[in-house]
Structures are given as C-alpha cells and as structure tokens.
C-alpha cells in the first residue's frame, strides 16, 4: 500500500466487533486483536491516518448485508437498538483511546443508511423521519467524541445527500467530515470513456457551500459500458486528481475485491474494484500521470 502512497485506510467495521448485541447472529469474537494489529502496524510503520467505519447497526439500516442482514431495517425510531449503537460506539472510541494514538483515527458512526431501502443510494432513500433519526444519533456521537477528545474528527456520510444538505445540521464548529460515494456502475450512459469527463466536472460540486470538508469515502473505476484494461489508469488518476485537488482525499472500495462476475467490456468485476489487482497491473502507480482532468 504504502508504495503506491496510501496514507489513509478506512476499515469498516461491524457494531459486533465492539458489543454483543442479544439475538445478533453476527460474531463477537477476536476481530479487535486483529484490528490493532493492523493499525498498530500501519500507524506506526507508515504513519497512516485510519478511519474507523460503523458499516453496520443494530437492527439493519438498509435492508442490505453490508447493514446487518438483507431485509433487516429496524433500527430507525427504535431507542433499543439507539442505546445498543451508542453502546458500540462508546467502546470503539474507548478502544482508539487505549492505542495512545488518538490522533491517528477517524470516526464514522454508520455507513450508507436507507430508512426507505427501495431507494438505496439516492437521496430519496432517507425520509424526513429517517434523517431525524440519524441527526439524533449523530448529535450523540458528536457529544460522546467532545467528552473525550473533540479533537477527533467525525465522519458523517452524507446518506446521497451531499454536504450542502448536512452541513447546517450542524454548528460551523463541529469537528466533522462529509463521507460522500460516488460511483458510475449504475447510470444509464456511463462509460469508460465519458467518465473521466464526468469525474472532472461533476464531483468537485460535492464539495458543496465548503461549510465542512468532503471526503470520497467509496468509489470505483468500474463504468456501466465499455470498460477496458488501458482505462483503468485514467480513471484512477482522474478520481485522484480530483479528490486531492478539491477535496480532503478519497478511499477506494476496496483494497481487496475477489468477485469474478463478468462486466461490460473487458474483464470481471475484481479487475475495477480491487486496488490490489490494479497495483499488481501497474494501473495504480505512485504518481498522477494520466489525469483526464
């Protein structure tokens, strides 16, 4: 990692790594032995920064796997499963204070959440009562966080929202930073060659009123049509020049990616969504020289 110049790993994390919830079927095991581990070695070796992320909470927030379970979607308006998350989250900040690196993490207190799941990954899966929730349990991290350290940055995906949206829930001073995914897999017209155009022009407006900083928390250089080996590499810079110039950085989705599912174009499914095949493939360098931008 560290020689193609990462110096930021987000890890997601499930509620179950820090709590065992009654009636989750999800494991509570070993997970934080490893997980210091790997940042240990990755603070301390490489001086990476590491973003801790909730992927999951109790209850389900998106009717998805990655939530907790497909179908599960209880957690919104459930105090029960509110305190259970306040609960995971309390022992994943104790867990960063006890590593005496503080300084070096990031906190993320849920991931993609869909309160309407039928409209996952757009604006309108949140509803107004949905968003309610999620301030209130984001106004609660926020509290836990200045308790022990404000210092800390929050992360708060912006649920297809945008910062714009989020940023006057909150006070200019809140130490936070918008999540935002943006992926072209899905769009009707996206291809591997228009992409870069669309990179270049329509995600520095996730920036937004510049009120809190933006983060790429997940992205991929897979388009809906015509993929190639060769492109990989302008897409990439693309998205790099472009997180880094406008914004705060970006992460990729993800490091590790082993689905052989075939694509449009060339390739499967892990030849545009695993950074490591694309390290290996030399369409991930240390440098910026293909740029579309």
């Known amino acids: 990692m560290a020689s193609v110049n990462i110096n930021v790993l987000r890890i997601p994390v499930s509620y179950s790594v820090w709590v065992e919830v009654p009636g989750s079927q999800l494991d509570h095991g070993a997970q934080k032995h490893y997980l210091k581990a790997i940042t240990t070695y990755a603070i301390e070796r490489y001086g990476m920064h590491i973003i801790l992320s909730l992927h999951n909470l109790p209850g389900g927030i998106n009717n998805r796997e990655t939530g907790e379970a497909f179908g599960h979607n209880a957690w919104y308006g459930n105090q029960i499963y509110l305190d259970w998350s306040y609960r995971a989250f309390d022992a994943m900040l104790a867990w960063t204070q006890e590593t005496g690196r503080l300084s070096s993490f990031t906190l993320s207190p849920i991931n993609e959440p869909a309160s309407e799941p039928t409209e996952f990954a757009s604006a309108a899966g949140m509803t107004p009562s949905g968003i309610e929730w999620l301030q209130k349990y984001f106004n609660g991290c926020l509290e836990r966080v200045a308790r022990v350290d404000k210092r800390i940055p929050l992360m708060i995906q912006d649920t297809f929202q945008g910062e714009s949206f989020w940023g006057p829930h909150f006070p200019n001073d ?28 329509q995600v520095p407006a996730a920036v937004g009123d510049g009120r809190f900083p933006v983060f790429i928390g997940e992205y991929s250089v897979l388009s809906t049509w015509n993929n190639t080996f060769a492109g990989r590499k302008t897409l990439f810079d693309t998205w790099r020049y472009v997180s880094t110039t406008h914004m705060q950085g970006h992460a990729f989705w993800s490091w590790r990616f082993t689905t052989r599912s075939m694509v ?26 293909s740029s579309y931008c």
Do not use: Q, R
């Open 174 to 201: 809140a130490n936070i930073v918008i999540d935002t995914h943006i992926y072209f897999f899905a769009p009707p017209n996206a291809t591997a060659f228009n992409v870069p155009d669309a990179i270049c022009k």
């Open 264 to 289: 449009d174009g060339e390739g499967v499914l892990k030849d545009y969504w695993s950074y490591e095949d694309m390290v290996d493939a030399s369409s991930i360098t240390a440098e910026t020289t």
